[in-house]
């Protein structure tokens, strides 16, 4: 624990100017990140007494060991870098919202000529139109195929656009109606996007121009006695309205907002957001965040704002914006929002009428987040300290292992060797902290020797990294693997910098003894190793003859075995996707001079890699564009190649040969 006197900057040096700061810890990683219209203020206010400190800001200024800061012209300016830094270094004592769920988005993608419908997540791309958040996948696609019958908009993968343009025949939606058929011609492209202009103007809000529209229409087909037309715009009419239906009517003025709604407690936060386009809910979602850091109302709302809005810009940022409580910086707050949308944004909390009842909707969802979450965290929580404490008895550890890495090898007969660390923090997958390795020492199948070269490199990667941030002594003997050039320190977490207080590996006796040399041979002595058996779940610890045995019912021999399994199957998909790789390869590859457009040619000439290793020299020089140099080549290198092992057909047994034909053996 440091003393803030040790690192407190001399008076004066401190700029009285806008700016942002940041506190590092005595790694130099940075660990709160803030913001201030007086630096000077605001960072001597860390350094007073500490029993005058909130206890979370006490906690912070104790654990760091130095701050720095950087001053800009405005207050706008402070907010963009201090969002921007937060995004970048992933302080432990900032605020840091975490969605519940991976929201689905209804997506428009009018970057491409033929723009396309369908449900999207994660990240938003540029040139694609986004509606939502939807609570789920199927609420999308029950509006979709409501609007389709009246903007028939193409909904195919690419794949399928492709085929139906090369055989010239629409899928079934081009048949029923539901798609105008732009891949076989029925429409031009410029007609095709004016359907989904409309399809966006509908879903923004605009609809009651669209459905007169359609009412005017369908009276005059029927004053023309154009019954039949008259029926289907009358059934459009219909589906529009039941698409509408689906969200329901809450601001009456057909007010396009967006509403923030924060619910918390001494420890945590949960804040809801509803989504209001053209008076009805479009969207919501919520986020749950640990109040790590001393924040009121107010900065929990701003901080939700940095994080709704930082990536968003023009109208994904709402013309009005509904807070509980507004923050400490409004007018920054506003300018910034007003520059992400090109213009004005009003951000205030509302006082009266429809607005006021909405935010109390808001509101109670935002409670009942909180309230199911600490449920949820409650028994979740209880369930992995209970595990950890019984790993910790069973294993005659001094404290529960909050951080467990798993190593597994991985093979087929030999080949493509490789090996995987997955990491368990609190019994929770941390799966930024995978890792993968391939296997370098030797060729063949040792797994003993693997796990033993696996955990030498991995550890040695620790040594390194305590050698660089001043842990280790600098003489130490890391065989090299410390890089001579290091970049500069920029604070950021790096590979492999934590240690485990448990190495657990998928094996017995020998692969358990394995870890244990590495870990002896590299001078380590604090981290704990055990092994779990497959055949009879059967926990091994270095040096002893007989397993632990935890009881079936064991909540840690269960965590135990989760992290085994997820090492497992992390290494197999690595392990196949070598394997993969490796077949798909082709003698032809090792040919200089011989690129893909060649390549080709070759087999479209010969029909089949078998054929063309029968060739001759002169054969081969009579493909376009292949001198008799290449084609010699081309021959030795099929002559070194050892021939493919035929391939079976699997539903009869056959063995195909290299033309796709069947033989008989």
């Known amino acids: 624990m440091a003393d803030p006197s040790s690192y407190r900057p001399e008076p004066g040096q401190i700029p009285d100017s806008p700016g942002v700061y940041k506190f590092r810890d005595e790694h130099r990683r940075v660990i709160y990140v803030g913001k201030a219209k007086s630096l000077r203020q605001r960072l001597a206010s860390y350094f007073q007494d500490l029993a005058g400190l909130h206890p979370r800001t006490r906690t912070m200024v104790t654990t760091a060991a130095s701050v720095e800061w950087t001053v800009v012209s405005t207050e706008v300016e402070a907010l963009q870098l201090e969002y921007s830094w937060i995004k970048e270094y992933d302080p432990r004592f900032n605020v840091k919202y975490r969605d519940d769920k991976s929201y689905p988005y209804l997506a428009v993608t009018l970057n491409e000529e ?16 986004y509606f939502g958040p939807y609570s789920h996948a199927w609420a999308i696609r029950d509006t979709v195929d409501l609007l389709l019958r009246v903007f028939p908009v193409r909904t195919c993968s690419v794949g399928v656009f492709r085929n139906a343009a090369r055989t010239g025949r629409p ?12 891949c076989v011609g029925r429409v031009t492209p ?16 605009r609809t009651g121009t669209y459905i007169r529209r359609l009412e005017k229409d369908m009276t005059v087909a029927a004053e023309d006695m154009e019954y039949e037309r008259a029926a289907r715009l009358r059934d459009d009419i219909g589906a529009l309205r039941r698409a509408m239906e689906k969200s329901a009517v809450v601001l009456a003025d057909a007010t396009d907002a967006d509403l923030i709604a924060v619910a918390e407690d001494e420890l945590e936060a949960a804040v809801q957001i509803f989504h209001v386009r053209g008076g009805r809910v479009r969207g919501q979602r919520g986020w749950v965040t640990d109040k790590v850091e001393a924040v009121d109302t107010a900065g929990l709302v701003e901080h939700a704002l940095q994080q709704l809005y930082g990536e968003e810009s023009g109208d994904a940022v709402p013309k009005e914006v509904l807070v509980p409580a507004l923050p400490e910086d409004l007018d920054a707050v506003t300018q910034w929002l007003s520059g992400r949308r090109g213009s004005q944004v009003s951000l205030r909390v509302p006082q009266r009428g429809d607005k006021k009842d909405l935010m109390a909707t808001v509101g109670r969802n935002a409670q009942q987040a909180l309230v199911l979450h600490k449920t949820k965290r409650a028994s979740d929580l209880t369930t992995r300290s209970r595990a950890l404490e019984e790993i910790a008895e069973a294993l005659d550890l001094e404290t529960a292992p909050l951080r467990i890495e798993c190593y597994d090898i991985s093979h087929l007969q030999g080949e493509d060797v490789v090996a995987s660390m997955v990491v368990f923090e609190d019994g929770l997958p941390r799966k930024s902290e995978y890792r993968r390795f391939q ?41 090299g693997e410390v890089p001579v050039d290091r970049p500069e320190d920029d604070g950021r977490p790096r590979k492999f910098a934590y240690p485990p207080q448990l190495v657990v590996v998928d094996g017995g006796q020998p692969q358990v003894a394995a870890a ?24 091994w610890l270095p040096g002893d003859d007989d397993p632990v045995v935890l009881p079936r019912s064991s909540e840690g021999l269960y965590l135990l075995q989760r992290v085994r399994d997820t090492a497992h199957d992390f290494a197999i998909r690595y392990q196949r996707a070598k394997r993969h790789q490796r077949i798909r390869t082709s003698p032809l590859d090792a040919v200089p001079g011989l690129g893909a457009t060649r390549k080709q040619a070759l087999i ?24 008799r140099k290449t084609a010699e080549a081309v021959a030795v290198a099929l002559a070194e190649a050892a021939p493919a092992a035929p391939a079976v057909n699997t539903a009869t047994g056959e063995i195909m040969d290299d033309d796709g034909g069947t033989r008989d053996d």
């Open 171 to 182: 899928c079934l939606l081009g048949y029923i109606g539901k798609c105008s058929a732009p």
């Open 516 to 539: 244990q040399r590495a870990l002896d041979e590299l001078g380590i002595d604090d981290i704990a190793v055990c092994g779990l058996a497959k055949r009879l779940e059967e926990v």
């Open 114 to 129: 033929f723009p396309r419908v369908q449900v999207m997540r994660g990240q938003k791309k540029k040139g694609v139109r």
């Open 439 to 479: 296997i370098k020492g030797f060729e063949g199948q040792d797994d003993v020797r693997s796990m033993h070269e696996v955990i030498t490199r991995r550890f040695r990667r620790y040594l390194a990294e305590k050698e660089r941030t001043g842990e280790w002594p600098a003489e130490q003997e890391l065989d």
């Open 604 to 627: 479209k000439h010969f029909g089949s890699v078998k054929r063309l290793r029968q060739a001759t020299i002169e054969q081969i020089c009579e493909v376009p564009g292949l001198g």
């Open 190 to 205: 410029k007609e095709h996007r004016e359907l989904a202009e409309d399809f966006c103007d509908f879903m923004a809000g």
